[in-house]
């Protein structure tokens, strides 16, 4: 069973435009966080939501607790922004996460 | 710098050799983790610790122990080492409670 998923898999898009990452959850959370992964790197947490919105620089993160969904969306794309984005959402209990599978975006110049 | 330290970055084992994953962090956080990631599964938790004195198993456990030495310092240990622990491993840290994590910059095992 797959208790978070994550759309698309993959992504290339051209510098500039809009990216858009989708998160899907069944597990009742307590918050949820957004990660990166460069190619062969360690894990930065982007963002951790409980409600409504976050913003920090080009990159939005939104989450609908009611619906159990989130999104991470970069603006003015750019090559630098070519990572593993993984959705992790949190259990009060421990503050344990799961993982979804990434999403590993491209983004050609 | 403030963070997760882990060590080694790198390690090649032999079936059936052990060894001992360190993490410390400074950032006198209570909650400490160990994660592995494979390719096709994603991360999954192996340990984790609420705080010091208490560890708790999570969803991939099996072949491995923990301790908490105290609250900067979460260990992993592989008694007999398996092929199938080849992974990266991450530590992880967080406050009580619902807030962010910092990970470590990972170990990449290899079991041979």
């Known amino acids: 069973k797959n208790e978070v998923e994550q759309s698309p898999q993959n992504l290339t898009a051209q510098e500039g435009e809009f990216i858009t990452i989708n998160c899907s959850y069944s597990?009742?959370?307590?918050?949820l966080h957004w990660l990166q992964q460069h190619p062969g790197g360690g894990i930065v947490s982007l963002f951790m939501?409980?409600?409504g919105k976050k913003k920090h620089g080009r990159l939005i993160a939104t989450i609908n607790i009611q619906e159990k969904h989130s999104s991470l969306h970069i603006t003015a794309s750019h090559p630098r922004d070519s990572a593993v984005y993984i959705c992790?959402?949190?259990?009060?209990?421990?503050?344990?996460?799961?993982f979804g599978g990434g999403t590993r975006v491209l983004v050609k110049p | 710098n403030a963070g997760v330290t882990q060590t080694p970055k790198f390690q090649v084992l032999k079936t059936g050799q052990s060894m001992t994953l360190q993490c410390a962090q400074d950032?006198?956080?209570?909650?400490m983790y160990w994660y592995r990631q494979d390719p096709g599964m994603g991360l999954r938790l192996i340990y984790y610790?609420?705080?010091?004195?208490?560890?708790d198993k999570g969803e991939v456990p099996n072949g491995y122990n923990v301790s908490r030495l105290n609250k900067r310092e979460f260990s992993l240990r592989l008694e007999s080492a398996a092929p199938s622990q080849t992974s990266v491993y991450f530590c992880?840290?967080?406050?009580?409670?619902?807030?962010?994590?910092?990970f470590g910059s990972g170990t990449r095992l290899t079991v041979v």
């Open positions: 950032m006198n956080h209570n909650s």
């Open positions: 610790s609420a705080s010091e004195g208490t560890t």
């Open positions: 992880a840290s967080s406050s009580t409670g619902v807030y962010g994590y910092t």
């Open positions: 939501l409980s409600s």
């Open positions: 597990v009742g959370i307590s918050a």
């Open positions: 992790a959402p949190g259990m009060a209990a421990g503050n344990k996460l799961t």
